[in-house]
């Protein structure tokens, strides 16, 4: 028996109750984005995916702190956004009534929504049980129809026990080559994966359904034998990490195959399933802090699958000092067998040995 069997259920199923609602808000609504303060787009799926995963939370676990990324303030003062938030909120649950039954069934009203949204304001830090929330991950691969992931994880003491991500547009096939997107004209059919991590007991994939847990696989890294025939994923977005560095570094370990863009924790699945082998997140700003919610479900998911996680300067992330991994800069995650080697050349390009 696992030792968080039932923050594992209660996570699992919280992500994909929140995936019904992001995939519904894509194929239904105009994607209704507002910009947040720091000009990031948040959609309303972002806000719905949040209330329906702490309101999980909360029923289970009531005692737990949270961290999430988004906060209800906007929706507090716009009655349109909130009620459309709200129509796609009440409207939305796992087909399955007893899986339904265990997350607490429906939110009861708009303005217990808000309560929970705002649920997600704790600092963070090194003490207890704290759960982070990326309700959607990859907003800008959301909106353009690519990667996005639906995140959770659970901290005991700044250590991450437990990490989820659905992700609706990967394949759930563990074997799949490797793509960044949805290639237009592309269907659901075949789509939409449910990756999770416990500390010490390994990381699995399952394919996302509309009801209960569908059963679930075991997954690991591909061991590199050739590191010249690996495949590196990285960001979409030129902002978020530096695609200049991560091609000198991939021209430095022999890699010719051409990186793999993809928004998203989709891609620390992607790697511990053994689609791709390499994960560099490069920092562009020297002042930009990674959020934990960005990180802490992947780095659990990847070395659960046999593989490496550090920063730039080879540290493992810390997620035990605040709502940001202030301690550290970029990610390097690779197969454990390989990160040395790939750290190595990272230190070198960045001129940091
Ligand atoms: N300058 C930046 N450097 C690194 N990551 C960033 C930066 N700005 C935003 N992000 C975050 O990168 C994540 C997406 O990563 P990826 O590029 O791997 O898809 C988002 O959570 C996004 O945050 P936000 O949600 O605030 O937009
Ligand atoms: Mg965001
Ligand atoms: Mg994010
Ligand atoms: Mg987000």
């Excluded at 087909?95 to 304001?121: C, H, Q, R, W």
């Excluded at 990756?195 to 010490?200: I, T």
């Excluded at 059963?215 to 590191?227: C, V, Y």
Aim: with cysteine.
């Amino acid at each position: 028996m696992s030792s968080y069997a039932k923050e594992l259920e209660i996570a699992q199923l919280a992500v994909q109750r929140a995936a019904i609602l992001t995939k519904r808000v894509f194929h239904e609504k105009a994607k209704g984005t507002v910009s947040k303060d720091d000009k990031s787009p948040v959609t309303i799926g972002d806000f719905g995916a949040q209330a329906l995963i702490i309101a999980a939370l909360k029923h289970n676990f009531p005692e737990d702190e949270i961290v999430a990324e988004e906060e209800a303030a906007q929706l507090r003062e716009d009655a349109n956004l909130r009620s459309t938030i709200w129509d796609l909120v009440k409207g939305t649950s796992l087909s399955d009534a007893d899986a339904e039954a265990v997350l607490g069934g429906p939110i009861k009203s708009e303005d217990d929504m808000l309560t929970f949204i705002d649920y997600g304001n704790s600092k963070g830090g090194a003490k207890g049980r704290i759960w982070a929330i990326d309700p959607i991950d990859g907003t800008k691969g959301f909106l353009r129809g690519g990667q996005y992931a639906v995140c959770l994880a659970l901290m005991v003491d700044g250590d991450v026990k437990v990490g989820v991500l659905g992700c609706p547009n990967l394949p759930i096939d563990d074997a799949a080559p490797l793509t960044g997107g949805m290639e237009s004209g592309q269907t659901d059919e075949g789509r939409g994966c449910l990756f999770s991590g416990v500390l010490d007991e390994g990381a699995t994939s399952r394919p996302l359904t509309t009801g209960g847990l569908a059963s679930s696989q075991k997954i690991s890294m591909k061991a590199i034998t050739d590191i010249a025939a690996a495949s590196f994923c990285e960001s979409v977005e030129a902002g978020h990490s530096s695609h200049g560095d991560q091609a000198e570094i991939a021209k430095k370990l022999g890699i010719t195959n051409p990186s793999v863009r993809m928004d998203s924790q989709a891609k620390y699945a992607s790697i511990a399933r053994g689609a791709g082998d390499i994960y560099l997140r490069l920092p562009v700003k020297a002042t930009y802090q990674e959020k934990i919610w960005d990180h802490a479900a992947g780095d659990l998911i990847v070395r659960e699958a046999g593989g490496a996680v550090t920063d730039i300067h080879g540290k493992r992330l810390d997620f035990s000092i605040g709502r940001t991994l202030a301690n550290n800069k970029g990610v390097v995650a690779a197969p454990t067998g390989a990160h040395a080697q790939v750290l190595a050349v990272v230190q070198e390009v960045l001129g940091i040995k």
